[in-house]
C-alpha cells in the first residue's frame, strides 16, 4: 500500500511563500511521475505541475515563474515551491504518484493541505 503525506499548507498573506511536501511510503523512482493538484472551493481539481522519475517538470501556466516542483529522491519526497502567492491560488493541494504497468495506469493520492492566501 503506497501512502502519500502532504505537509506544508497554511495562511499566508498575497505575495507571500509556501513550500508543500509530500512524503512518499516508498522509493519514489517506483513511480512513473507524481505531481501536485489542487481543488479551489467550488471547482474542479486542476494540475499545477509534474515531475517525471527521469526530472523531466512541467507547469500549469497560471503558475509558471512561481511555483516550482522538485524532487529529492533520498528523501523519497517531492515539494512544490510557491513564491509570490495570489487569493485565487487559494485551493486544497493534492499529491499525486502513478504507476504504469503496460497500458494501465495506477494512481496514489494523499490526504490534501490547505493553503489559503488571504489578508
Known sequence: QVQLVESGGGLVQPGGSLRLSCAASRSIFSFYEMGWYRQP?????????????????SHADSVKERFTISRDNAKNTVYLQMNFLK????????CNAYRKIGPARYDYWGQ???VTVSS
Do not use: C, F
Open 41 to 57: 472551493p467550488g471547482k474542479q481539481r486542476e494540475l499545477v505541475a509534474t515531475i517525471t522519475n527521469g526530472g523531466s517538470t
Open 87 to 94: 487569493p485565487e491560488d487559494t485551493a486544497v493541494y493534492y
Open 112 to 114: 490534501g493541505t490547505q
